[in-house]
């Protein structure tokens, strides 16, 4: 994603595949889960909670019908998951997440549903179908409340922690990777194009000179220092651009969207759909221009759908996600 980087950059290769959960990708990894279901409780005794967003949108938008076939690529809190199973009588469910905690908790908020739902731990860009395609698709992307809020896993900077920002613990590329050993150039292009913080190569530089950092209050600290005192107490906090795009690069979150987009519409059957949910402008224009430039697909929702006030005042988080659909074609009729 990012063009300019250095060789250095060489790390920031997505390196996904690297344990045996991932490689397993046949559509019921349940074994594989609760073989590693330690991995999943462990890191943190919070329980997992997430509001599913535009949820009656999603639910009408993926058309659900009796014993339908469903893939939710990012299960998270499974909210969306348990309303697509509710939705009609006998639908089945494949449910994905790079987070093994995330996976855990969905696997006990669907217990009830049996051996309609499996679970698979995967990275979706490295999802294939086994069997039989399906009627809907949901990537609700990005990362999950919950995982924003386990203050350990440092993906927020109010909250002294190691620099992590893995949404897969198996995963080896790390914040701390990144900012202590990335040239300073590549720094600044990852906080450009991720963060479209105008001051990257100011932050990038003061990151180089004050490194080696160990938490993400003390890089929060070294970005403050780059903005002009004047700035530093702005309505956002002047690391919050730094820490999307760190983030991203982490999680190579647009590299992985980018794939899934590929790939999504040949797991789908004629007429089923495909629902993006994504959180920030950057996602959403990948979104809207894989759909217009696929001839598999046509586009059911010309602008993105958004949250109601009502959703807003309720789920703060609501209020910058876009959800954008589109549906399979039919097979073209025979010519007479
Ligand atoms: C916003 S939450 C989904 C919440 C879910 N829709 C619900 O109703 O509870 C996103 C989830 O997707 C997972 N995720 C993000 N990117 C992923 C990817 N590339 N592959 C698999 N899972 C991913 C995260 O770990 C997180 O649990």
Aim: charged share 25%.
């Amino acid at each position: 994603m990012l063009k300019n980087m250095s060789e250095d950059s060489a790390i920031a290769q997505p390196e996904f595949a690297d344990t045996a959960l991932s490689e397993d990708f046949s559509e019921d990894c349940s074994k594989a889960l609760s073989e590693n279901s330690e991995a999943g409780e462990s890191s943190a005794n919070q329980p997992f909670f997430h509001v599913p967003v535009l949820a009656d949108l999603v639910i009408e938008g993926l058309q659900i019908k009796p014993n339908g076939h469903y893939l939710d690529a990012t299960v998270g809190g499974a909210g969306h998951a348990q309303l697509i199973l509710q939705a009609a009588p006998d639908v089945t469910l494949v449910a994905l997440d790079q987070d093994l905690q995330a996976l855990a908790a969905a696997k006990s908020r669907l217990a009830e549903y049996g051996d309609r739902v499996s679970f698979c731990h995967t990275n979706f860009s490295n999802y294939a179908v086994k069997s039989r395609p399906f009627d809907g698709i949901l990537a609700d992307i990005g990362v999950s409340s919950t995982q924003l809020d386990q203050a350990d896993r440092g993906f927020s900077f109010r909250a002294e922690a190691p620099l992590d920002m893995r949404m897969d613990s198996t995963q080896a590329l790390t914040a701390a990777e990144i900012v202590n050993h990335w040239d300073e150039k590549t720094l600044a292009d990852m906080i450009y194009a991720y963060g479209e913080d105008r001051l990257s190569r100011r932050i990038a530089r003061q990151i180089v000179e004050k490194r080696p950092f160990h938490t993400t209050t003390e890089l929060a600290g070294a970005i403050a220092h780059a903005y002009p005192a004047k700035a530093r107490h702005g309505r956002i906090h002047p690391a919050t651009r730094s820490f999307q795009a760190l983030r991203i690069a982490v999680n190579h979150e647009l590299d992985v969207l980018e794939q899934l987009l590929a790939k999504a519409p040949d797991w789908l059957n004629p007429g089923g759909r495909l629902a993006i949910i994504s959180f920030h402008s950057l996602e959403d224009r990948i979104v809207k221009y894989a759909f217009r430039g696929d001839d598999r697909l046509q586009i059911v929702t010309k602008k993105p759908l958004v949250a109601t006030r009502e959703e807003i005042r309720e789920n703060k988080r609501s209020r910058s996600a876009k959800l954008r659909i589109a549906e399979r074609h039919l097979p073209m009729k025979p010519m007479p």
